[in-house]
């Protein structure tokens, strides 16, 4: 059976053809410079801050608005030191053994390895779950739509959302990392997809200087 939803009006309020542009030119300034960032303070950030953004990533549309996403803050030391270990213990391992040559030299101007300090000493991890399928109220499997889409979209924002408020962020995806469910204590019908460290950057860091492709070359109008 269907189930309706009332109807509310749009919030929407045209903007005039120059703020339309100016807006766009400020946004694109803004998003240029995001980088990712391997070097964090231990400085706390404001619980509200952290919280802004996750509801912010959570207005983003999804399959059916079933929002097949969960986000789990992490501010607890002990908490942060296990996942440090857990995802060691596997980065170790891609490195000596699961990783390609071609991906070695993919990532090489990166200068990771497998240690991740980041992930204890960032004041905030959030690690972010898709939710591959739902259990009704009577524990029945139910679909969800367009997951990895819909959390890619979600993630999306919760990055701008966090470069927006002057925080910055690395999108640090420790594979396998089903890890994070037995610390997280999240459920089966949940999978991690990626585990951001975020915070201030720690001083005056320096990051890789990577070019990102001119529009020219991601654009195509007809
Ligand atoms: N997950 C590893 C390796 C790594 C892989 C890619 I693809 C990157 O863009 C960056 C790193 C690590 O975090 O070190």
Redesign the pocket.
Known sequence: MSQKVPYVSLEYSKPAPEDLLSRSREFLDLMKKRRTVRDFSSEPVPDEVIFNCIEAAGTAPSGANMQPWHFVVVKDHTIKKEIRQA?EKE?RI??ELR?SGE?KQ??AK?E???E?PYLEKAPVLIAVFKESYRLDENQVRRKNYYVNESVGIATGLLITALHTAGLVA??????PMKFLNTILKRPNNESPTVLFPVGYPAGNIQVPDLKRKPLNEIITVF
Do not use: Q, V
Request: proline share 11%.
């Open positions: 995802a980065e891609n490195y990783y991906m993919d990532i990166l990771t390895n497998f991740k690395l999108p640090h995806t420790p594979s």
